[in-house]
Structure formats: structure tokens, C-alpha cells
């Protein structure tokens, strides 16, 4: 597997959903943050660990004990919000549960990106379908579990979430439309919009007030009813289902709302009462060899459990996992000598074809669903003859030193991952996701097929990515010359 097929694991998307009268299709695109700019090994690890400060640290939300939205995704869309209609670019993220922009007047939002996308406040005044949400609506009261002490019918309802590394986004809710592409048949699109209650950022502070990653705001595919997805399945507008099938080959993808008809996959289920997609793993196969661990060690209680997590670029096990997983995989190559470069990441020299000289690793999870993860998987390439490995030890590098299962896109790209939230199941198995997938139109039963995105901005990676991991690497590679 070369350099890019690791690190542009998801340069566009095409999201498939059901949101007019009808219940019918649409369609938006999404695209890689990083997409034309340099990355190195230490950049794909800050940020993953910025996600991580989601996944570990206390949530100040107050929305009824939902997720929260992290500080960056590796993937962002446009989509249109208002009457006339604006272009927003936000941040798309399965492990959060709102949607929410930067509003006019906001105190310390970034004015500009450096990821070459405009950047525009939303105005509730400036939109003729804008419309404030009160603290005594139904929507405000149910993310407070009651109606809040000293509502007023004039006062607004606040959000507010603190990130992991002290970052904070305070605003208010409001309700517009938002417009995105309906599906029309095969590979065919038409306008269209829904109605959504979602966050106008008053405040930003910490990374969110930088223009390094700056968009202007976050869109939350979480399964709490404060989602987009929640809301618009709740008008009938479309069912709680999405995939997304991420190329690490061609590096384009899908990412889809509604049902998938075709291809089929096998499925687990989702552990009930977590704010992020858990699901239950019963064992680890390294080379045909059931690992032995602890028994509880992927126990789903008091919030474990395997997190899959799209927006997450490695994977990260708990200790004794990541421990007795790498004795085993070096032990096909007990030649090899292991270096640390970039004081996070495990490399070395090696000549030879991977997958024939390390072994396949087997995930086992509940109802006897399996993930595959092959050596051109794990293992990425930064040079003809040199190897990283992509596992990590989750214990040793949270801030609470907290364990946890988490799969990113290492092992889940090159699988159409499908959840189905109104029967809470996650599935996934091979597929090319170059190709195309088949969804259902619920008022004419209709089935379209929607294509994966052109990614022609692949190639723009290759040469930033290149030098700049050869650059990383060269004072290790110079101990073998």
C-alpha cells in the first residue's frame, strides 16, 4: 500500500438521504480537510488525539447526554442553509450529534481557512425561513430533560460544549431550511431542503477560533434526537440509516442517508445507551491464533465497547491488547528491528511482499460478524523498503491514561459500513468503493444507484505527503546506509 492510499483515505463522499415530501433521495458532496496540503505522521496522530479528547474527556453540552461534536473531522461538506440559500462548509463527523455554523456576531470565529474554503457567518435576520428556538419549545425542553429554572417564552435556547483540550463553542438554536442535492434516479440529482433545528455559534474559543482547520461549523451523524438525521427521520422524511464506504485506493467514497439495498452485509449490535457507535468484540485473531486476553477486557459497560469511528484516522486498542497483538505480528518477522520515528510510530526496513510475510488479523464481535484486517491494512509504506504500523496503544497515550477500542479509518476503509439505527445494528464487509451502491426510494420503492465521487485531487497529495515523511524518516533510514 503506498502513502496515499494510507493517508487519503477519505478525499470526497457522496451522501445519499430521503428529505422531501416524498421521501425521496438526495445527495451532497463531502471532501477531505487535508485535501492539497502537507501532512505528516505527527499531524495524522494530533489529530486523531484531538478526537480523542472527545472520546475521553466530560461533555459540558447540557442537550440530554449526547455526544458532542469534536474538534475536527477528517471530511467536510457543503450544504446550503437559509432563505435564499448560503454555502456553509462544515466539518462532517460520526461521532457527534448536532449541526451547528458560526453566526453573525460571533466573539472570536476565524474569519478565514487554510483549507481554501470561504468562510460565511449565518444571519437568523437574513433568512426569510430563519427562526429562533425558545427555551420553553419542545426542542429546548426535551435536550434539557424539563423545562429549564427561570425560562422565559422570549429567551433563547443555549448550547454549550467544552472539548478535551479546553476549546469551547457557546451559541443559541434556531430553525431553517437546509438544502441539499435529492436523488432523482441513477447517478441523477434535483434540488431540495428540510427543515432542521441547529446551533448559531455565539462564541469560539482554544482550536476553534484558529484558521488552521477553520469551517464554519460541525455537522453531527450521531443517533441522538438532536441530529440532523434524528430530526428529518422523525418528520418522515427519511429513515435513520447511513453508510459510508471509504476508497483508500482510488481515494474517493460514499457516505449515504437512507437504506442501502445493495450490497447486503452482515451486521452486530449497537450497544444501547452510549453516546457514540459501540459495538461488542468477543475475541482477537492474529495469524489463525486467538489471542488470550482478559476476559473483560472488551467488556461494553460503563461506557467500552469498540467505538467505530470514521472520523478517526488510526486505531487505537487498550494496552494489553495493543501488547500481546504486537508480540504476536513481529513474531512472524523476529528479524526485524523496530524504530521509533516521529516519537509516535513503530517502523522498519523491510524488502519483501507484507501480506505474504506478516499475518492477517481477525476482529470477532458479537452475532458472529468479523473484520478482516490485512498487513497492507496495518502496515503503511513511506519509502520502497520502509514500514510504519498503523496500531496504537490507547492506554498509554490518553490523558486520564484510559484504555479504549477505537477503529478508524485504518481498518474500516475499503468496507461498505452501513448503520442502521431503527433496528441499532452495525454492519460492513469488502467492498470496492470506487464503485456504486444501490438505495431505496420510499414513496415509489424505486431503486437508484449512487456512484462514489471523482477524487481528482488525489494525485495533489502525493508530492507534500512524500517529502514530508521522507523528511521525518531520514535520520532512521541513514542507520542502514
Known amino acids: 500500500m503506498d502513502l496515499v492510499r494510507i493517508w487519503a483515505l477519505v478525499l470526497a463522499f457522496v451522501v445519499v438521504g430521503q428529505l422531501d415530501v416524498g421521501a425521496s433521495n438526495v445527495v451532497f458532496k463531502v471532501q477531505n480537510k487535508f485535501a492539497g496540503r502537507e501532512r505528516s505522521l505527527s499531524a495524522l496522530k494530533a489529530h486523531d488525539s484531538r478526537r480523542h479528547g472527545r472520546l475521553l474527556s466530560a461533555v459540558d453540552l447540557q442537550l440530554g447526554g449526547s455526544g458532542h461534536p469534536a474538534e475536527a473531522g477528517l471530511y467536510f461538506a457543503k450544504i446550503g442553509i437559509g432563505t435564499p440559500p448560503s454555502d456553509y462548509y462544515v466539518q462532517v463527523d460520526t461521532g457527534s450529534d448536532i449541526l451547528w455554523v458560526n453566526c453573525a456576531g460571533c466573539n472570536n470565529c476565524p474569519k478565514k481557512s487554510d483549507l481554501g474554503v470561504k468562510l460565511t457567518l449565518y444571519d437568523p435576520k437574513g433568512s426569510s425561513t430563519g427562526d429562533s428556538v425558545t427555551c420553553d419549545q419542545d426542542f429546548c425542553t426535551s435536550m434539557y430533560d424539563g423545562r429549564l429554572p427561570g425560562c422565559k417564552p422570549d429567551l433563547l435556547c443555549q448550547y454549550n460544549v467544552v472539548y478535551g483540550d479546553g476549546s469551547q463553542t457557546t451559541g443559541y438554536f434556531v430553525k431553517d431550511y437546509v438544502h441539499f442535492d435529492r436523488v432523482t434516479g441513477n447517478f441523477g440529482t434535483a434540488p431540495a ?191 520502497e523498503d520502509a514500514w510504519c504500523i498503523g496500531w496504537q496503544n490507547s492506554g498509554a497515550q490518553s490523558k486520564d491514561g484510559r484504555d479504549m477500542t477505537l477503529l478508524g479509518d485504518l481498518v474500516l476503509s475499503n468496507r461498505l459500513v452501513i448503520y442502521d439505527l431503527e433496528n441499532q445494528t452495525i454492519g460492513w464487509k469488502e467492498y470496492n468503493c470506487s464503485s456504486s451502491i444501490k438505495v431505496r426510494d420510499e414513496t415509489t420503492g424505486a431503486v437508484y444507484s449512487v456512484g462514489a465521487h471523482d477524487s481528482s485531487s488525489a494525485s495533489s497529495l502525493i508530492s507534500g505527503n512524500l517529502l514530508t515523511v521522507l523528511l521525518l524518516l531520514t535520520v532512521w533510514l541513514q542507520s542502514f546506509t
Do not use: W
Open 193 to 383: 431542503n428540510g427543515t432542521v433545528i441547529f446551533g448559531c455559534g455565539a462564541k469560539q474559543s482554544g482550536q476553534l477560533g484558529t484558521s488552521s482547520e477553520a469551517l464554519d461549523g460541525i455537522l453531527g451523524f450521531g443517533q441522538a434526537n438532536s441530529s440532523m438525521l434524528s430530526q428529518l427521520a422523525s418528520a418522515g422524511k427519511l429513515k435513520k440509516m447511513f453508510a459510508h464506504c471509504l476508497d483508500s485506493v482510488q481515494g474517493g467514497g460514499i457516505f449515504a442517508i437512507g437504506e442501502v439495498v445493495s450490497p447486503k452485509v452482515n451486521t452486530t449490535p449497537i450497544v444501547p445507551h452510549q453516546a457514540h457507535y459501540n459495538v461488542v468484540m468477543k475475541a482477537l485473531e492474529v495469524g489463525g491464533d486467538i489471542l488470550e486476553l482478559p476476559t473483560d477486557i472488551f467488556d461494553s459497560g460503563d461506557g467500552k465497547g469498540t467505538i467505530i469511528d470514521s472520523g478517526t484516522t488510526l486505531a487505537y486498542l487498550p494496552e494489553v491488547v495493543y501488547e500481546a497483538l504486537m508480540t504476536q505480528i513481529m513474531a512472524h518477522q523476529s528479524g526485524l528491528k523496530l524504530h521509533t520515528v516521529d516519537e509516535q510510530f513503530s517502523c522498519f526496513q523491510y524488502n519483501g511482499n507484507v501480506d505474504e510475510g506478516f499475518p492477517v488479523v481477525v476482529f470477532h464481535f458479537e452475532g458472529s460478524l468479523t473484520l478482516t484486517v490485512y498487513p497492507h491494512d496495518y502496515l503503511f509504506q513511506v519509502r
